[in-house]
């Protein structure tokens, strides 16, 4: 049942009102150690999404809900509204977090289903869920009884294979789930395969409330093309804002046939400042926070050269001054400044972990 963002939710409640009425929605994804509060306000700069949501708050017997990622709940300044996202299996702790976040002001609660790492789906949290429909079952009744508001999934189409998918849908649908997000890839699939955008649509298709469709979204063309392919109402976003945090203001303009914003690598340069002055911790040594700039630059330089020089400099950066005579050198001089930051990631720069920088730095 395709359902649109302005319907009311199968429980009978309305979503929060979208920047501009009559497109799809945009939502940056949950991203862990990425989403953070002050993320959250560099990409409101450059163009909020429709909605933000947490990294995900970890649920087990003697959790409480971490400091630094309530602050993304409680001290934003995006005045967008942000889900709340929780990953556990056990009902009475997952109760007892919800009655904590509902102190706070969260658009919603979201229940994540999709984490491929091992050492969480081994606890059967997280992606490991999607093994168990009648597990699954259980948990979102409870949730779904102990939430007066939105409540929300996050969800991949299944562990190994596509096998349960249908199965739970039809949980998200017994328990007036509000809005789901599906990231069209098996947790066995990780990050890098194909996304499966006619899974998207199979799950568009059978569920009830509305769908963001996530994975692979890399631009503003793209966002539009799985709009139309997948018939979602929603588009969710993560490391493609990470590399271009313009991309919801570009969705705005796309969708609404203006003409789109088209960045140069001196404002790139900007980004770069931004992501700096966010990530600053005064307890962190500066190669430490240089080392903490790689893995955001891992996808910023997907877009600034097709040869990768940027990101084959920027991974042997040695100290903050290196960092950015390195940006300078790249983004700004010999009239870089004007040139275009592609649209689309250039093919073969590979965003590789941060591990593959150098661990020592002899500066
Ligand atoms: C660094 C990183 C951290 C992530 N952390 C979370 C998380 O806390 N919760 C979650 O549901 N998904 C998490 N994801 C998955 C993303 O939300 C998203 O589903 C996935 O990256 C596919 O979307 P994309 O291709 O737009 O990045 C994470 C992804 C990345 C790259």
Avoid at 5 to 17: E, F, V
Avoid at 196 to 213: G, Q
Avoid at 330 to 344: N, Q, S, V, Y
Avoid at 350 to 355: F, K, Q
Wanted: aromatic fraction near 8%.
């Amino acid at each position: 049942m395709m359902r649109s963002a302005t319907d009311a939710t199968p429980s009978g409640k309305a979503l929060p009102q979208p920047i501009l009425p009559s497109q799809p929605l945009t939502a940056l994804a949950p991203m862990q150690d990425v989403t953070t509060r002050a993320f959250f306000e560099v990409i409101a700069r450059y163009g909020a999404p429709d909605y933000f949501f947490t990294e995900y708050f970890r649920v087990h017997a003697t959790s409480r809900l971490e400091p630094h990622i309530l602050e993304s709940v409680t001290s934003h300044g995006t005045g967008r509204p942000v889900f709340a996202q929780i990953i556990g299996e056990d009902i009475g702790h997952i109760e007892r977090s919800i009655e904590e976040l509902l102190q706070h002001p969260v658009a919603g609660i979201d229940l994540n289903m999709g984490c491929p790492a091992p050492k969480i789906y081994k606890k059967n949290v997280g992606g490991g869920l999607l093994r168990d429909v009648a597990k699954v079952d259980d948990l979102l009744r409870a949730m779904r009884a102990a939430i007066p508001g939105l409540f929300t999934v996050k969800m991949r189409i299944g562990f190994e294979d596509t096998e349960n998918f249908a199965a739970l849908l039809d949980c998200v649908n017994r328990h007036g789930v509000d809005l789901l997000s599906v990231h069209g890839r098996t947790v066995k699939e990780l990050y890098r395969s194909e996304v499966h955008y006619d899974w998207i649509r199979f799950a568009v298709e059978r569920a009830e409330p509305a769908v963001f469709a996530n994975g692979n979204i890399t631009s503003a063309r793209t966002a539009a093309a799985v709009a139309r392919s997948t018939g979602a109402a929603g588009l969710m976003v993560g490391r493609g804002a990470i590399r271009n945090p313009w991309i919801f203001r570009q969705c705005r303009e796309l969708f609404s046939g203006q003409t789109v914003y088209a960045p140069t690598l001196a404002d790139v340069r900007h980004y770069v400042e931004d992501l700096w002055a966010a990530n600053l911790r005064p307890d962190v040594e500066d190669q430490a926070q240089v080392n903490r700039m790689k893995k955001f630059m891992a996808f910023v330089g997907q877009g600034v050269d097709p040869e990768g020089a940027f990101l084959h400099d920027i991974r042997r950066a040695c100290g903050s001054s290196d960092f950015f005579a390195i940006c300078d050198r790249h983004l700004l001089e010999e009239g870089r400044a004007e040139i275009p930051f592609a649209c689309e990631p250039y093919p073969g720069v590979i965003a590789r972990p941060n591990r593959e920088a150098p661990q020592t730095c002899s500066l």
